[in-house]
C-alpha cells in the first residue's frame, strides 16, 4: 500500500508551548531567593529543636518527690508493713506541689496540700500488744502508744473493747494502699477515702484505725462504741481527725474509726475549740 501522505504539524499556541509532553507546566527556573528560603526554613527548625530541649531540661532537673503519685497495682488494702520496708517505684502525676512538713512533729497539718517526705519515719515505732492488735503487728511511737492503751482501758470499763486494725504506715504502704482503692473503687473513691502516699497521718506513726471483732472501717460507724470513741478519745489526747460533715473541709470522707494522737493538751483545746483538726493545726 502506497504511503499516505500526513499533514504538516499546526503550529503550537503561546499556552501550548508552556507544556510539556504531559501538559504539565515546565519548572520555573530557581531565582537567588531559593538559598535564602531554604536557610530561614532551616533556622527556624533549629529554634523549635532548641526550646523542645530547654523544656525537657527544666522539667528533668524538677524535683521527682514534689510531684504527686498516680495509682498502680498493689496486693492488699490492709497490709500494715513493719518499718523499714523499700519504697516501689512510683509514677508522677501533675497534681500540683504540696509543702513537705518537718519529719518527727507530730503536730504538722498534714492533708491534700501538706506532705512528709517519703522517706520520713519515725524513730520510736513500737510494737503494740498482741491483746489489741486486730491485723498482724501495728506500730505507733511510744506516746502514742501509751496513751491508746490507757484509751482502751477506759473503753473497756464500759464494756467496750477496741482494736487497732491499722496504725503506722510507711510512705510505701501507704502507696500500696491508696493504688487498691484506686483499682478496686476508681479514683474518685480513693480521693476521698485514702491519702496519696506522703499525705496520710498514718506515716506520722501516732495514728490508728480501730474497730471491734466484725466492725472495721465503715462497719464501725453507727455503733455504741463510736459513739463512745467520739465523745472520749480526746481525754486520752486523741482527736478524730475527719469528722461527720465536715468533708469540704478536710477533703476526707467522715471516719469515725480513725483517730490521731496530739496529746492531752492540744486535744482538749481541740475538743474545746468546735474547729476540725486540720483547722486548729493550720492555724498554729
Same mark, same amino acid.
Given at each position: 500500500m502506497a504511503d499516505v501522505?500526513?499533514?504538516?504539524?499546526?503550529?503550537? #499556541? =503561546? !499556552? %501550548?508551548?508552556? =507544556?510539556g509532553v504531559t501538559g504539565a507546566r515546565k519548572k520555573p527556573e530557581r531565582g537567588s531567593w531559593y538559598p535564602a528560603f531554604v536557610g530561614s526554613l532551616l533556622a527556624a527548625g533549629a529554634?523549635?529543636?532548641?526550646?523542645?530541649?530547654?523544656?525537657?531540661?527544666? *522539667?528533668a532537673d524538677a524535683d521527682p518527690a514534689s510531684v504527686a503519685v498516680t495509682p498502680?497495682?498493689? !496486693?492488699?488494702?490492709?497490709? #500494715?508493713?513493719?518499718?523499714g520496708e523499700p519504697t516501689p517505684a512510683a509514677t508522677a502525676a501533675p497534681t500540683g506541689f504540696a509543702e513537705i512538713l518537718p519529719c518527727g /512533729?507530730?503536730?504538722?497539718?498534714? /492533708?491534700?496540700?501538706?506532705?512528709?517526705?517519703? $522517706?520520713?519515719?519515725? @524513730? /520510736?515505732? %513500737?510494737a503494740l500488744p498482741p491483746s489489741i492488735s486486730a491485723e498482724g503487728s501495728q506500730y505507733l511511737r511510744q506516746a502514742a502508744a501509751a496513751a491508746?492503751?490507757?484509751?482502751? $482501758?477506759a473503753a473497756a470499763v464500759e464494756g467496750f473493747h477496741l482494736y487497732v486494725n491499722s496504725s503506722y504506715r510507711s510512705y510505701a504502704t501507704q502507696q500500696e494502699l491508696f493504688d487498691y482503692w484506686v483499682r478496686v473503687n476508681g479514683q474518685a473513691y480513693a480521693e476521698r477515702t485514702s491519702a496519696r502516699a506522703g499525705h496520710s497521718e498514718h506515716q506520722l506513726g501516732t495514728t !490508728? /484505725?480501730? @474497730? *471491734?471483732? @466484725?466492725? *472495721?472501717?465503715?462497719?464501725? #460507724?453507727? #455503733? +455504741?462504741?463510736?459513739e463512745w470513741l467520739a465523745a472520749n478519745a480526746w481525754k486520752s489526747g486523741f482527736v478524730l481527725s475527719y469528722p461527720e460533715g465536715k468533708e469540704a473541709v478536710t477533703g476526707y470522707a467522715y471516719e469515725p474509726w480513725h483517730i490521731r494522737y496530739v496529746g492531752v493538751e492540744v486535744a482538749g483545746k481541740v475538743h474545746? +475549740? @468546735?474547729?476540725?483538726?486540720?483547722?486548729f493545726l493550720l492555724q498554729r
Open positions: 501522505a500526513r499533514k504538516p504539524p499546526r503550529p503550537r #499556541t =503561546r !499556552a %501550548q508551548k508552556g =507544556r529554634s523549635v529543636v532548641v526550646l523542645i530541649m530547654v523544656l525537657v531540661s527544666r *522539667f498502680t497495682e498493689t !496486693a492488699t488494702a490492709t497490709a #500494715t508493713l513493719a518499718p /512533729d507530730i503536730l504538722v497539718p498534714i /492533708d491534700k496540700d501538706h506532705r512528709l517526705a517519703s $522517706d520520713c519515719e519515725p @524513730g /520510736d515505732l %513500737q491508746i492503751k490507757k484509751l482502751f $482501758d !490508728a /484505725d480501730v @474497730g *471491734f471483732p @466484725g466492725h *472495721f472501717l465503715e462497719g464501725f #460507724t453507727g #455503733t +455504741s462504741e463510736a474545746n +475549740s @468546735g474547729l476540725t483538726l486540720h483547722e
